[in-house]
């Protein structure tokens, strides 16, 4: 699971394929054997908040599920999907 600042596409630098969440991006992996989250990778160092040009936050998941049942056999199933929001302003005092 990834956290990032969305450009203009909604996407983290201009990166349709999301292959590398490098900068302003944050990034959660999966431990299976702990059924946990592992401890996240990445920084966004400024998200901007304030004034009239607001940051855009996106997540994007990516889940993949090994499905065993006699009809489809023994198979994968990759999930992915991403929605995009814009950060909410904070008040002025705090600006």
Not at 2 to 31: H, R, V
Not at 37 to 61: F, H, K, R
């Amino acid at each position: 699971m990834w956290m990032y600042k969305a450009d203009n596409n909604g996407l983290p630098n201009g990166d349709a394929t999301f292959t590398t969440c490098a900068s302003n991006c944050i990034k959660w992996t999966w431990n299976t054997t702990n059924a946990a989250w592992n401890s996240p990778s990445g920084s966004w160092s400024n998200p901007n908040g304030c004034g009239q040009t607001l940051d855009y936050v996106g997540i994007y998941v990516k889940a993949t599920h090994r499905l065993n049942n006699t009809f489809f056999g023994s198979t994968t199933l990759t999930i992915k999907q991403r929605t995009t929001m814009r950060i909410e302003p904070v008040s002025n005092v705090l600006c």
